[in-house]
Nanobody, 117 residues
Framework: QVQLVESGGGLVQAGGSLRLSCVAS????????MGWYRQAPVKQRELVAS???????NYASSVKGRFTVSRDNAKRTAYLQMNSLNVDDTAVYYC???????????WGQGTQVTVSS
């Protein structure tokens, strides 16, 4: 079993930055891709970014150039650096793990990101 715990969400003004972290536990974490999804009110959950065990990355077009996904396998931690945030980025962000590029087999509890104008 894989457990994922996110942190780093909060309230930020438009144009600001936040970094989300996701600590993973479980015996197979090192071979799994890690992902970040988000879900805004009345919208479907969407893949924001994912990173394979070897470091290959995948981004949604809406965040490309603003967000950076990374991972530290020694710390079993994945990160999502979010820059130039805008109000459309407001959502609950979920850490995930699984097969690349969707990485949607295991889920964290989610962390709220709110961007104010």
């Amino acid at each position: 079993q894989v457990q994922l715990v996110e942190s780093g969400g909060g309230l930020v003004q438009a144009g600001g930055s936040l970094r989300l972290s996701c600590v993973a536990s479980g015996s197979i974490v090192e071979v799994l891709a890690m992902g970040w999804y988000r879900q805004a009110p009345v919208k479907q959950r969407e893949l924001v970014a994912s990173i394979s065990s070897g470091g290959r990355t995948n981004y949604a077009s809406s965040v490309k150039g603003r967000f950076t996904v990374s991972r530290d396998n020694a710390k079993r931690t994945a990160y999502l650096q979010m820059n130039s945030l805008n109000v459309d980025d407001t959502a609950v962000y979920y850490c995930s793990a699984g097969r690349y590029p969707t990485a949607n087999e295991f889920w964290g509890q989610g962390t709220q990101v709110t961007v104010s104008s």
